[in-house]
């Protein structure tokens, strides 16, 4: 029609790789503005700017880090857009309108494939239809459980009114799931520490959201298998189970005897305790214990679990699981002096390996030229400047009381770096590099000394 002509974006721009990150831009400013009227705001005066757009920002990018207090400070309008913006910014803007293509017309054009394939890294473009549809499934699946639960247990033990107490569940169960930091409680899941019926259902939506859901969908048909699971979905369960251990048994024997984080809990909650601490700092977010009175090498743990992030495709951050043991299997074969990285009975192509490596050498100088911006900007130990840095790359939200103390620059290095997190490193990069060309030749080969 004439009409869809007139309107069409440029191929440059149209492109999935730009179309991505350009998705989450808008809807970030479209967060802004809705997040400014004045029915969004707790009390007579309107929003600041800078915090509508930081809110927004960290919403869009399931962050969950915060300047103000979103129990006290946004009304519960304001909380509702808070809630709808990380449930898009969760299953990802051109997931979310492909979802809803597909249930409405049940069509999809190849631009929107392409799109999609690019969010959620399916390899093949028939997998992407079926797959949405077990996206949204899931989704709805895991946050309405996970709501029940938490309201039933909010109502008999926490809140007298059954409202509340349903309002409450569902706003956690949403950002459980969709591993975002934000809660309706100025001390997040603090009044709640050691009660397994609440950590546990909220650490299991955000482990489940965590592992991607290509992970969940391969799960869902072959759990009994693990035989038959892909290179990927290995990578992800076992690497995910093995990082939950290191990071939960750190931190519960680190910590143990720490009475400014659990060393007043029984024995059963500080187990529950650390549970939750080694699922969190993955990208949960949400804590049960000051993070800013915990030991140096229980910050250390969480730095370096933020940075891997969780699952690809997942509503998880970092350089993803897969990425890090990955990188893992590249040393080993070197160790063992192997010309190919092999996983198992799988052999890993070079485009992958200098993909891993991309991705980890850009996170790490993001991470760390961010925490060194902080360090300019504001004057914070670099410990805590790493730790804050590394939480809103992670799109984790985890703070140790730093981010509301910023000023505006500390908070437009913490948006880039939320942004960046969550839209990809690679795909970022790729967006102003589109075009790759196919070499006509070889240049000779020379090895400089290495070490």
Wanted: no cysteine; net charge neutral.
């Amino acid at each position: 029609m004439p009409w869809r002509r007139r309107f069409r974006l440029p191929a440059s721009i149209a492109h999935p790789v730009r179309l991505l990150p350009l998705a989450f831009l808008s809807l970030i400013l479209l967060g802004t503005l809705a997040l400014l009227t004045p029915f969004a705001r707790e009390g007579e005066s309107d929003p600041a700017f800078m915090d509508a757009f930081f809110t927004s920002t960290s919403a869009v990018t399931v962050t969950g880090l915060a300047t103000v207090d979103t129990g006290t400070y946004w009304s519960p309008i304001g909380q509702g857009i808070i809630l709808v913006l990380v449930e898009i910014g969760g299953i990802g803007i051109i997931a979310m309108t492909t979802v809803l293509g597909l249930f409405v017309g049940g069509r999809l054009g190849l631009r929107t494939r392409l799109a999609a394939q690019t969010d959620m890294h399916v390899v093949s473009l028939g997998d992407v239809g079926p797959l949405f549809k077990r996206v949204a499934i899931t989704m709805v699946l895991f946050q309405g459980v996970t709501a029940v639960i938490l309201t039933l247990r909010y109502w008999t033990h926490y809140f007298d009114s059954f409202g509340y107490s349903l309002w409450h569940g569902v706003f956690d169960a949403v950002m459980a799931f969709n591993n975002a930091g934000f809660s309706l409680q100025s001390d997040s899941l603090t009044g709640y520490a050691g009660d397994y019926a609440v950590i546990l259902p909220i650490s299991v939506a955000v482990f489940a959201g965590g592992v991607g859901f290509p992970v969940l969908a391969e799960l869902y048909q072959s759990w009994r298998r693990p035989q038959t699971w892909t290179i990927h979905t290995r990578l992800t369960v076992w690497g995910s189970l093995l990082l939950l251990v290191i990071a939960a048994g750190t931190f519960v024997a680190v910590e143990w005897n720490n009475a400014a984080t659990i060393g007043g809990l029984s024995p059963v909650d500080k187990l529950v305790t650390g549970i939750e601490g080694g699922i969190m700092t993955r990208s949960g977010g949400l804590n049960s214990f000051d993070w800013g009175q915990v030991e140096p090498i229980t910050l250390n743990i969480g730095i370096i679990m933020m940075f891997i992030g969780g699952g690809s495709a997942s509503t998880a951050g970092g350089i993803k699981v897969t990425t890090f043991l990955l990188l893992a299997y590249v040393i080993l074969a070197e160790a063992r002096g192997e010309e190919q990285v092999r996983v198992g009975a799988r052999a890993i192509s070079a485009r992958t390996i200098r993909t891993a490596l991309s991705i980890a050498l850009i996170a790490i100088g993001l991470v760390t030229g961010g925490a060194m911006l902080l360090m300019l900007t504001a004057e914070v130990a670099f410990a805590d400047a790493l730790f804050e840095s590394a939480s809103a790359f992670g799109t984790v939200g985890l703070t140790t009381g730093l981010t509301p103390e910023l000023h505006t620059p500390g908070h437009l290095v913490l948006i880039g770096l939320m942004f960046v997190g969550r839209v990809g490193t690679i795909t970022a990069a790729s967006a102003f590099a589109l075009r790759r060309r196919q070499a006509r030749y070889h240049l000779p080969e020379e090895q400089p000394i290495i070490g």
